[in-house]
């Protein structure tokens, strides 16, 4: 899940600091990549939750800073389609009446790439022949900290700068998350609706509209982090963890994600394993009968500041 990958990528580059393009040509064509490339293609998403591993399949269609994807089915979230115009995003799920309207997201992976790849104190890039993926030429980066240890690897098309392929590793080594494509177009078609809002205006919700919507449906508080933590919620989803179902809330703010969980009372161990799995910081606390964790990559002397700023209305 996006999720999953995400609470991954912050973990690789949670201690990323001074800012600045990388040396290599072959990087910088990767992050213009993100802003200008034009392609449609087929991919498959593995990522490990607990002692599983799951597979999802998407189609992806990018137009420079637009994007939709397609989730089909016998994936975990078989159904759903993701629209960004550049400036908003929208969240469609099957069975779902409201739309989930916010602010564009852009891609994740290589904003925090960027980050990543401006830390050349702590993480060494390598770059050499990598074998055809999707009947394309690629170039393999690997990118390794202090230690030696591998927390990405790219398969990287030297013409465009599209990654066909990333690997993802945690604090130890171990796989975590993946991606490949099995086919892309790089002269793709689009429709004239692809990258438009989709369904009745009445019908999107924001996200604390849908936060109060589901916290309502499903009997949890409508507990969130308020506007002057500097950071904004982005997107609400309920989802089952262990068992159980959790209100999951993720925020962005300064280049930073923090995911806030709530669960009923001392069902703290799903979002604590998934922090130690991606080497993330985590923070959890009981309040009002329901218990809740934040995870980040930010300190935990940092979640426990936000923690105390927690409102319920």
């Known amino acids: 899940m996006r999720w999953v990958l995400s609470l991954v990528l912050v973990a690789a580059c949670s201690l990323a600091g001074a800012q600045g393009e990388p040396a290599d040509p072959l990087l910088r064509r990767v992050l213009e990549a993100g802003r200008k490339a034009r392609y449609a293609g087929e991919r498959t998403v593995e990522y490990r939750r607990g002692l599983d591993r799951r597979v999802q399949t998407e189609l992806v269609f990018k137009d420079g800073p637009r994007y939709r994807i397609e989730y089909l089915p016998g994936s975990p979230l078989a159904g759903q389609v993701v629209v960004e115009d550049g400036r908003r995003r929208w969240v469609v799920r099957p069975g779902e009446a409201a739309i989930e309207e916010g602010p564009a997201r852009g891609d994740d992976s290589l904003a925090r790439l960027r980050l990543l790849l401006a830390d050349r104190r ?26 030696g240890i591998v927390v990405q690897r790219l398969w990287v098309h030297p013409p465009t700068g599209i990654v066909l392929r990333r690997e993802l590793f945690g604090p130890a080594g171990g796989k975590l998350g993946s991606f490949e494509f099995r086919r892309i177009d790089l002269q793709p078609r689009f429709g004239s609706d692809d990258f438009e809002a989709p369904g009745k205006p009445e019908a999107r919700r924001g996200p604390f ?46 280049g930073r994600v923090v995911t806030l969980y709530q669960l009923p009372p001392f069902g703290r161990s799903g979002p604590l394993r998934i922090a130690r799995q ?15 964790v934040l995870v980040s990559g930010m300190p935990e002397e940092r979640l426990r500041e936000l923690a105390g700023r927690l409102v319920v209305r």
Not at 122 to 147: K, M
Not at 278 to 292: E, M, T
């Open 122 to 147: 702590r993480f060494t890039t390598t770059v050499g022949d990598g074998e055809p993926i999707a009947g394309l030429p690629t170039r393999r980066v690997e990118i390794a900290d202090e230690r």
């Open 209 to 254: 509209l849908r936060l109060r919507e589901l916290a309502s449906a499903e009997g949890f508080l409508p507990a969130h982090l308020p506007s002057g933590t500097g950071f904004v919620l982005d997107s609400v989803e309920v989802r089952p963890l262990l068992g159980r179902r959790v209100l999951m809330q993720v925020y962005r703010g300064g």
């Open 278 to 292: 991606a080497g993330l910081n985590s923070y959890a606390w009981q309040r009002d009968g329901r218990s809740f």
